[in-house]
Each structure stands twice: as C-alpha cells, then as structure tokens.
C-alpha cells in the first residue's frame, strides 16, 4: 500500500508529461509522487485494483487515513482530487464536481482524443505552430496529430 497519493500518466504522452511537470511546479506541499501507467508500480496498482485495467486516463491513487487501503480515481475525478494538491486558484477547479460525472467524463475523454500528443513531436509541432500563428495546420488522418500543411 501506499503512503501518499501517486498519479499514475502515461509515460509515452508529451502532453501528459507536460501536465506532470506543471503539477510538479504548483503541488502546494510537494505531496503527490508519480509514477507512468507502464511501469511495474502501475501494474501493482491494477493488480490490487482490477477496474482500472484497460482505463486510458490518469489513475489517482490515494490512501485511505486510518484503513490500510488506497482508493483509485480516474478521468475527471481523477483530475479534481489532483486540484486538491494545487496551489493558488487551480484548487478551486473543483467547483466543476457539480456538473454530472458523465458530462465531466466525455470532457475529458474528448479532449485526450484530440490532444494524442506524444514526445519530442508534439513539442516541435507546438513551435512550428506558434510560428505559424495556428494557419495552415491541417489534421493528419492516420494519427489525428495536426501537421503543417
């Protein structure tokens, strides 16, 4: 079991990579851990938790004060109980826990079908973007990773 709460990322995703290091940078108390969704850590975590195999998201994984036991969340409420852990307004993100978890859910699972950013690509499509002023990117049909025309 665990003693402090791990998120667990895709490790091959750029763009998840860049969202653990803006976490990283605004963890109020320095209190999460990380670990990548394919490494051994994760495949303990599945192991104990069998639900999230398969599950495409960030798991965050908490354990429960006083029992012994970890809970896992992932998707949207994955997101919200890493909102806890930030600094300055990023916490109060978690006012969006009023809207229904499967309108939360298809958010955020239509935001990772359009942002399957990975590595040093995505960052160099990023600047050349950013040159570009966003004209002239067109969407590749085979990866749905936009590309300059």
Do not use: N
């Given at each position: ?8 990322y895709?490790?091959?995703c ?35 938790h069998?639900e ?10 908490e354990?429960?004060v006083?029992s012994?036991r970890?809970r896992v969340y ?7 109980r ?18 229904p ?15 399957p950013?990975?590595?040093d ?26 590309h300059p025309?």
């Amino acid at each position: 079991m665990i003693d402090r709460p791990v998120l667990l990322y895709d490790g091959l995703c750029g763009f998840c990579d860049g969202t653990v290091q803006f976490i990283l940078k605004h963890d109020r108390h320095g209190t999460l851990r990380f670990a990548t969704l394919q490494g051994d850590f994760a495949r303990s975590v599945i192991a104990r938790h069998p639900e999230v195999a398969g599950v495409d998201s960030l798991v965050l994984v908490e354990p429960e004060v006083g029992s012994g036991r970890e809970r896992v969340y992932v998707r949207s409420d994955g997101a919200l109980r890493v909102a806890r852990y930030l600094g300055g307004a990023w916490h109060l993100a978690r006012v969006v826990a009023i809207v229904p978890r499967v309108l939360r859910d298809w958010a955020y699972d239509a935001f990772a079908r359009i942002h399957p950013w990975y590595g040093d690509e995505a960052v160099a499509l990023l600047e050349r973007a950013f040159e570009l002023g966003f004209k002239g990117l067109k969407l590749h049909p085979v990866s749905t990773i936009a590309h300059p025309a």
